[in-house]
């Protein structure tokens, strides 16, 4: 990772390059998916948990940064016809502060949409994606610890549109042949 030292009277912005001395992940999951209408589907995730980094500073000092985070993530699907070749894909995104070492990463949160067509006996899709539709998965990173305060907007171009084309022809596919140890077990 790198770590910036800035010096006060200069303001001058000095980047190193060190490792996470360690860290510590406490979490858990929760996932759930589930037919609200024959042609509506929805899924359901959250994840919660603790991290904590350790991380050599200024002056050759290990420092903790830690958060309690949370992300949430509430899809659905809808076949908007009986033939059931157009479909409809909503999604939001929520990811709640997080660290990376001597950083704070804010949270972020994302809108997505798509669009999907099955033609020629669902043999074609074509797909029309728009992704982070209200612009919004962006963060601001910021480093406080001993004589440093820093922080810089992050922005990673994540809105876009896209066409998807996919060939859904698959052949069947044979079984390969099992590895010693998964005969073992």
Known sequence: MEISVQNPQTFETVYNYTNIDHGQNLGINFSKSFSIK??????????????????MGTYKILYKNDVF????????QITLDKAKTWDLNLSYVYNSKTIQGSFDISS?????????KKMFDEKLEVGLVFNDIFRTDKNTISTRYADQNQYFKDYR????????????K???AKAGQKTD????L
Not at 108 to 116: D, E, F, G, H, P
């Open 38 to 55: 024959p042609y509506w589907k929805m899924n359901l995730f959250r994840a919660g948990g603790y991290q904590e980094n350790y991380f």
């Open 69 to 76: 985070l949370y992300n949430a993530n509430v899809s659905t």
């Open 108 to 116: 972020s949160q994302r809108t997505n949409v798509i669009i999907n």
């Open 157 to 168: 171009d994540t809105q876009y549109f896209m066409i998807n084309l996919k060939n859904q």
């Open 170 to 172: 698959v052949k069947d």
């Open 181 to 184: 140890e998964q005969n073992r």
